[in-house]
């Protein structure tokens, strides 16, 4: 079987290359049943790590010490998420983003519309939507993330595959080492403090910058506003958060960025529309997981021995595992794959298909459950339950997702969601029932 030859009815979509179609032919084309495969697999898995967040004070996200329990099975269900899960779903979702984004851009341009205008549009909107879910409902939005990102990436719409690869590793690298020269300076200042008769006021700003990330007063404050009542939540993101979305950019978009140019490479090489053979799969992911997962390891026990020192787990969540949290993610991608061959014909492989063509859905659908779980205005479990008790609320969302998204798509051509956003970025009413 050759490499560019779809290898399972489940693989629908053809490639436009230069042909012009009708909007009308355009819109009836079959879709990439992979990549909404992957995306379904990737908006339930990173629930596993945003679970945390909406639960607990934010920085029990990356470092266990500062809240959420510390006996066996919080810091055993802490070390598989950072191991298997942390980052990676992320990784996986930006992956598709790109891909996706790629993806529409060709649609447009196959019936002659302006793809960079469609591409535009569509971002405008994600960005407005991902302003509405981070100071209205949750938080950890990445939607606006998504759209800057989008804006930004334009640059690599109409470049082949080994162009995006050479793109993804120098935003990638540049990313590292912004990053690495960060948390080296954070590793210096906390030997320095620590050195007999170091100067006062290094050991101030030491002990300033460990406040900010395991003081328990700041747990303490979160708990408070996020058990009280919705407006002051609201109220609190608006005056203290209130460049929050745009700093997200400057945190995590050249990441971001990089991890999209690696979901547009893979889209064109076929890797993520199915058109690689099985083994060529196994051994990507055989590959991936060797280089990956070892310094990953590794990284967690020192995190771990630590007891969980502030600037080293910091430094490992920012900087240290970010080259081997891309390479597993590549890795985790392949196995999907592998699987979704696999069990193409499976009961539950057509609900994750559909809990990812409604993926928009279900993330935003994700944090008005979460936080109505949680929050002070809802049921008010916030700081409640120790980290292996919030994974068990996991299992019980994703049901929701594969119950309701099959049914609905079997009646309906978009998830709501999906509907509104492609009813405003065309500016029309789109044909909604099928």
């Not at 990436?153 to 162009?163: H, I, P, T, V, Y």
């Not at 906390?190 to 170091?198: E, G, M």
């Not at 990089?258 to 196994?282: D, K, P, S, V």
């Not at 994750?352 to 008005?368: M, Q, V, W």
Request: net charge positive; aromatic share 14%; charged share 15%.
């Amino acid at each position: 079987m050759s490499d560019t030859a779809p290898s399972s009815p489940i693989y629908l979509f053809p490639h436009l290359e230069n042909e012009k179609l009708s909007m009308t032919e355009i819109n009836l084309m079959p879709r990439y049943n992979s990549l909404d495969a992957i995306r379904g697999i990737a908006v339930m898995g990173i629930l596993l790590m945003n679970c945390i967040a909406f639960s607990m004070p934010v920085n029990a996200y990356f470092n266990p010490a500062v809240y959420g329990g510390t006996t066996p099975p919080d810091l055993i269900s802490w070390a598989t998420m950072t191991l298997l899960v942390d980052s990676k779903m992320r990784g996986l979702f930006s992956m598709l983003f790109g891909a996706s984004m790629l993806l529409v851009y060709e649609r447009a341009e196959g019936s002659a519309q302006n793809g960079k205008s469609v591409h535009l549009r569509r971002m405008a909107w994600l960005g407005l939507f991902g302003l509405i879910h981070f100071f209205l409902i949750w938080f950890g939005d990445i939607l606006a993330l998504y759209a800057m990102c989008g804006l930004a990436g334009m640059f690599l719409l109409n470049k082949d595959a080994n162009e995006l690869k050479r793109a993804a590793l120098w935003l990638l690298a540049v990313n590292f080492i912004i990053f690495a020269l960060m948390m080296l300076f954070m590793h210096g200042l906390q030997f320095a403090a620590a050195w007999p008769d170091a100067d006062p006021e290094i050991v101030k700003a030491y002990a300033d910058m460990v406040a900010d990330t395991a003081d328990a007063s700041h747990s303490a404050e979160e708990i408070a506003l996020y058990r009280g009542g919705y407006w002051g939540i609201v109220t609190y993101k608006i005056t203290n958060d209130t460049f929050t979305p745009l700093l997200s950019f400057f945190e995590g978009g050249l990441e971001t960025l990089g991890l999209m140019a690696i979901g547009m490479m893979f889209y064109r090489n076929g890797f993520l529309t199915g058109r690689w053979e099985q083994a060529r799969y196994l051994k990507t992911m055989k590959k991936a997981y060797l280089i990956g997962f070892p310094p990953l390891v590794l990284l967690t026990f020192w995190v771990w021995a630590s007891d969980f020192d502030p600037i080293v787990t910091l430094a490992n969540f920012i900087a240290w595992t970010a080259p081997f949290r891309v390479i597993v993610t590549i890795g985790h991608a392949a196995l999907i794959m592998l699987l979704i061959k696999k069990y193409a014909h499976a009961a539950l492989m057509p609900r994750i298909i559909a809990t990812g063509k409604a993926a928009f859905s279900n993330y935003l659908g994700t944090s008005l459950l979460m936080t109505t779980l949680f929050y002070g205005y809802g049921f008010g479990l916030f700081g409640h339950l120790s980290r292996w008790q919030v994974y068990l609320v996991v299992p019980c969302i994703w049901v929701l997702m594969l119950l309701w998204s099959k049914p609905w798509l079997d009646r309906y051509r978009y998830g709501p969601l999906e509907w509104l956003w492609r009813s405003l970025s065309r500016w029309e009413l789109q044909p909604m029932r099928r």
